[in-house]
């Protein structure tokens, strides 16, 4: 995981439902697992969410490790790796100094951390929590503590964009563009590097302008074309490139970023109601975080009834769109249709587990709030004709364990660039209203 001299890790619980796999990362440190690690993950071991699947697959992993029984000083990782350890810390929290007056599977996760440190002069052990309050109380008893850091991207800030302004194209550049075959060689317009599959340009010359694509199948820059998806018109240069993007057949995984305001969903949703004809089923799906710290049990009803306020977003999109038509119209009445036939399903994200993912238009709205192996975990499920798209915002998250550096769309982002089947559009204009642009950059 890092570039040291040999240490013990210890592991809090966030880091294994982060990432079940998290034992691979290590390298020649030993990795320790408190009992109250195993304990918390007995509560995660039934369900069919995410976080549950992680309970179960770690939680297997380690049966198989310790096939031949768990001794004191731990099973090996494998060939050049450390020993894992599964250890208790002998006197309880009373190993911090009765700093903690309260016995919590926190304070029993620092307590092993603290006991090891003592048994182990000279050798570092640092614990490793996706949570920030436990990395500070660590630091304040004088332990090292980290955050999981194996699949965060090196700054949010500096992440792919999707697109380019060049300015001082030539304007012959720029004319062809406009001429059949409506293509351009990169060398004649003189980009700033070397050019990546589909990255989007806005070519300049003094008044004259293109929006022109970067084609892996030629590599020629291709002109982008505004273009109308079910009513839905762009309304700026980001909003042109989004729509081409979703609406090409070659490119199977799309990944939208911007913060509110900036059309992300409406767009994607627009497009499969646009392709309705290409694919056997459009989804519509988001994970389900509660806010405020408030669990779904406290809302009232049963499961559709606490689930619906976190589809909301998704239905009022959809709405947007059908308004753009009269209510006596076929269009209007045919989205109607689509959804009472289950052609076109609004869910939460957890629900399509198991599903047999061929022929769909697949979005995922808020995709910031999953972890990477959440990612990678809906993304393998893509059958043949399948188109996936992640909408979402890297600043914006609303699970306690995720940042703008190790949330899933980041890392989906950081990762995928350059494939000739994927695209990527950071929106950065507001177009939802004045009022919601004004808010979302000075608020």
Same mark, same amino acid.
């Given at each position: 995981m890092t570039n040291r001299e040999k240490a013990t890790f210890v592991l809090d619980t966030n880091v294994v439902l982060h990432d079940f796999q998290c034992l691979d990362h290590f390298q020649e440190h030993d990795v320790v697992i408190p009992i109250t690690v195993l304990e918390e993950l007995d @509560?995660?071991?039934?369900?069919?969410? @995410?976080?549950?699947? @992680?309970?179960?697959?770690?939680?297997?992993?380690l049966d198989s490790l310790a096939e031949g029984g768990l001794p004191p000083?731990?099973? @090996?990782?494998?060939?050049?790796?450390?020993?894992?350890?599964?250890?208790?810390?002998?006197?309880?929290?009373?190993? +911090?100094?009765?700093?903690?007056?309260?016995?919590?599977?926190?304070?029993?996760? +620092?307590?092993?951390?603290?006991?090891l440190q003592t048994q182990l002069p000279g050798e570092a052990v640092v614990l490793i929590s996706k949570d920030i309050n436990l990395r500070m109380k660590a630091l304040a008893v004088g332990l090292t503590a980290e955050d999981y850091i194996t699949d965060k991207i090196a700054c949010p800030d500096d992440l792919y964009s999707g697109n380019a302004l060049i300015e001082g194209v030539s304007a012959d550049a720029i004319s062809?563009?406009?001429?059949?075959?409506?293509?351009?060689?990169?060398?004649?317009?003189?980009?700033?590097?070397?050019?990546?599959?589909?990255?989007?340009?806005?070519?300049?010359?003094g008044s004259r302008s293109a929006l022109a694509c970067q084609s892996p199948s030629d590599n020629l820059l291709h002109r982008v074309r505004k273009c109308r998806a079910f009513g839905?018109?762009?309304?700026?240069?980001?909003?042109?490139?989004?729509?081409?993007?979703?609406?090409?057949?070659?490119?199977?995984l799309v990944t939208?970023?911007?913060?509110?305001?900036?059309?992300?969903? +409406? +767009?994607?949703?627009?497009?499969?109601?646009?392709?309705?004809k290409r694919y056997r089923q459009l989804y519509l799906a988001r994970p389900v975080?509660?806010?405020?710290?408030?669990?779904?049990?406290?809302?009232?009803?049963?499961?559709?009834?606490?689930?619906?306020?976190?589809?909301?977003?998704?239905?009022?999109?959809l709405g947007v769109i059908r308004n753009k038509y009269a209510r006596d119209s076929g269009e209007y009445q045919m989205v109607q249709d689509m959804i009472d036939s289950e052609k076109l399903i609004i869910t939460p994200l957890a629900y399509i587990r198991g599903r047999s993912l061929n022929k769909a238009f697949f979005i995922v709205d808020e995709a910031q709030n999953l972890t990477p192996h959440e990612v990678k975990t809906i993304i393998t499920r893509a059958g043949e004709g399948t188109k996936f798209i992640f909408t979402g915002d890297i600043y914006q998250i609303d699970t306690p364990y995720l940042d703008s550096r190790s949330n899933g769309l980041a890392y989906l982002v950081s990762r995928m660039k350059g494939q000739s089947i994927y695209a990527h559009v950071n929106l950065v204009?507001?177009?939802?209203?004045?009022?919601?642009?004004?808010?979302?950059?000075?608020?």
């Amino acid at each position: 995981m890092t570039n040291r001299e040999k240490a013990t890790f210890v592991l809090d619980t966030n880091v294994v439902l982060h990432d079940f796999q998290c034992l691979d990362h290590f390298q020649e440190h030993d990795v320790v697992i408190p009992i109250t690690v195993l304990e918390e993950l007995d @509560s995660f071991k039934k369900g069919n969410d @995410s976080i549950n699947f @992680s309970a179960r697959s770690f939680i297997r992993q380690l049966d198989s490790l310790a096939e031949g029984g768990l001794p004191p000083e731990g099973v @090996s990782l494998g060939e050049e790796r450390g020993q894992l350890i599964i250890r208790h810390a002998k006197g309880g929290i009373k190993a +911090l100094e009765g700093v903690f007056t309260e016995d919590t599977p926190d304070h029993r996760i +620092l307590a092993v951390a603290a006991e090891l440190q003592t048994q182990l002069p000279g050798e570092a052990v640092v614990l490793i929590s996706k949570d920030i309050n436990l990395r500070m109380k660590a630091l304040a008893v004088g332990l090292t503590a980290e955050d999981y850091i194996t699949d965060k991207i090196a700054c949010p800030d500096d992440l792919y964009s999707g697109n380019a302004l060049i300015e001082g194209v030539s304007a012959d550049a720029i004319s062809a563009l406009y001429e059949q075959p409506y293509s351009v060689e990169p060398e004649k317009v003189s980009l700033p590097e070397e050019p990546v599959a589909n990255q989007f340009y806005i070519l300049r010359n003094g008044s004259r302008s293109a929006l022109a694509c970067q084609s892996p199948s030629d590599n020629l820059l291709h002109r982008v074309r505004k273009c109308r998806a079910f009513g839905i018109d762009p309304r700026n240069a980001e909003q042109a490139f989004a729509l081409h993007a979703l609406l090409d057949p070659e490119i199977s995984l799309v990944t939208l970023t911007g913060k509110a305001g900036t059309g992300k969903t +409406l +767009l994607a949703l627009a497009s499969s109601l646009e392709l309705r004809k290409r694919y056997r089923q459009l989804y519509l799906a988001r994970p389900v975080v509660p806010l405020s710290n408030r669990d779904m049990g406290f809302l009232p009803g049963d499961i559709q009834s606490k689930l619906d306020p976190y589809m909301h977003p998704l239905w009022d999109n959809l709405g947007v769109i059908r308004n753009k038509y009269a209510r006596d119209s076929g269009e209007y009445q045919m989205v109607q249709d689509m959804i009472d036939s289950e052609k076109l399903i609004i869910t939460p994200l957890a629900y399509i587990r198991g599903r047999s993912l061929n022929k769909a238009f697949f979005i995922v709205d808020e995709a910031q709030n999953l972890t990477p192996h959440e990612v990678k975990t809906i993304i393998t499920r893509a059958g043949e004709g399948t188109k996936f798209i992640f909408t979402g915002d890297i600043y914006q998250i609303d699970t306690p364990y995720l940042d703008s550096r190790s949330n899933g769309l980041a890392y989906l982002v950081s990762r995928m660039k350059g494939q000739s089947i994927y695209a990527h559009v950071n929106l950065v204009r507001g177009e939802r209203s004045k009022l919601a642009e004004l808010a979302s950059d000075i608020l």
